[in-house]
């Protein structure tokens, strides 16, 4: 057996990883950032996949385990920037049709923000908390929804708590859209934060779903506190005494 060269022993992984050296102007929390996005496998797969970035595996994922995105589904998306969700949820529903014997989906997308067309998917720019969302959303879908699915993150404060609180309060506002436009059956998936607030969340959706399950998919950071909550089999309209 040959032997290894000195000071060889290990290099081989190691050297797989790629360093990003701090730039003028650039702070090290965006280096680290930068550095981590570089050697996620995630953000490698979705680059491959042609996903619009690393969430779309955390659908996926919930997907796969719940079947929530079967072919036919009518589909809302809210806060859907930059559109991964959407990507996976128009080829899991068959909303371009391609699969001719299957039921072809719809998927509809909102957001503040303009975003670049998905195809197979309606996209809106929208503020879904304004008054009168609900019935813009039914309008778009031609009905009610079989999925309402949210992404949504608030954006950052740097105090954890307050960030924590943001994100249940998003979570809360897309449920209660979800309450409105949903089919009896239908299924709610919100990114929640793990923590102490979502109390009163989870017993809503455990009165007005016939299961709620939380999960932390494999594509969920593991240094990152996020988490699902898969709510399904809407009950439908009920009195809220």
């Not at 496998?41 to 970035?53: E, F, N, S």
């Not at 994922?61 to 072919?71: A, G, H, I, Q, S």
């Not at 008054?131 to 879908?141: I, P, Q, R, T």
């Not at 709620?212 to 494999?218: D, E, F, I, R, T």
């Given at each position: 057996?040959?032997?290894?060269p000195?000071n060889?022993?290990?290099?081989?992984?190691?050297d797989?990883?790629v360093?990003?050296?701090?730039?003028?102007?650039r702070?090290?929390?965006?280096?680290?950032?930068?550095?981590?996005?570089?050697?996620d496998?995630?953000?490698?797969?979705?680059?491959?996949?042609?996903?619009?970035?690393r969430?779309?595996?955390?659908?996926l994922?919930?997907?796969?385990?719940?079947?929530?995105?079967?072919?036919g589904?009518?589909?809302?998306?809210?806060?859907?920037?930059?559109?991964?969700?959407c990507?996976?949820a128009?080829?899991r529903?068959?909303?371009?049709g391609?699969?001719?014997s299957?039921?072809?989906?719809?998927?509809?997308?909102?957001?503040l923000?303009?975003?670049?067309?998905?195809?197979?998917?309606?996209i809106?720019?929208?503020d879904?908390?304004e008054?009168?969302?609900?019935?813009?959303?039914?309008?778009?879908?031609g009905?009610?929804?079989d999925?309402v699915?949210s992404?949504?993150?608030?954006s950052?404060?740097?105090?954890k708590?307050?960030?924590?609180?943001?994100i249940?309060a998003?979570?809360?506002?897309?449920?209660?859209?979800?309450?409105?436009?949903?089919?009896?059956g239908?299924t709610f998936v919100?990114?929640?934060?793990?923590?102490?607030?979502?109390?009163?969340?989870?017993?809503?959706?455990?009165?007005?779903?016939?299961?709620?399950?939380?999960?932390?998919?494999?594509?969920?950071?593991?240094?990152?506190?996020?988490?699902?909550?898969?709510?399904?089999?809407?009950?439908g309209q009920?009195?809220?005494?």
């Open positions: 057996m040959a032997k290894q000195k060889a022993s290990g290099r081989g992984q190691r797989l990883k360093k990003v050296k701090t730039a003028r102007g702070k090290l929390s965006s280096t680290l950032w930068l550095q981590r996005q570089l050697n496998p995630y953000v490698k797969r979705a680059h491959a996949d042609g996903y619009r970035g969430a779309a595996y955390k659908i994922e919930l997907d796969d385990k719940y079947r929530f995105l079967v072919p589904a009518r589909v809302v998306d809210l806060g859907c920037a930059p559109g991964g969700w990507q996976v128009v080829r529903v068959n909303a371009l391609e699969r001719k299957k039921a072809q989906g719809f998927v509809l997308g909102v957001d923000q303009e975003v670049d067309p998905i195809p197979g998917a309606q809106h720019q929208l879904f908390m008054d009168g969302a609900d019935d813009k959303v039914k309008a778009w879908l009905g009610p929804a999925v699915m992404d949504m993150a608030a950052a404060s740097g105090h708590q307050t960030d924590h609180l943001r249940i998003l979570c809360e506002a897309a449920a209660e859209l979800a309450f409105d436009v949903l089919e009896e239908g919100a990114k929640v934060l793990a923590g102490g607030a979502e109390g009163t969340l989870q017993q809503t959706l455990k009165r007005r779903f016939t299961k709620v399950a939380n999960v932390k998919p494999p594509a969920s950071r593991q240094d990152s506190s996020e988490k699902f909550v898969v709510a399904t089999g809407f009950r009920i009195s809220d005494r």
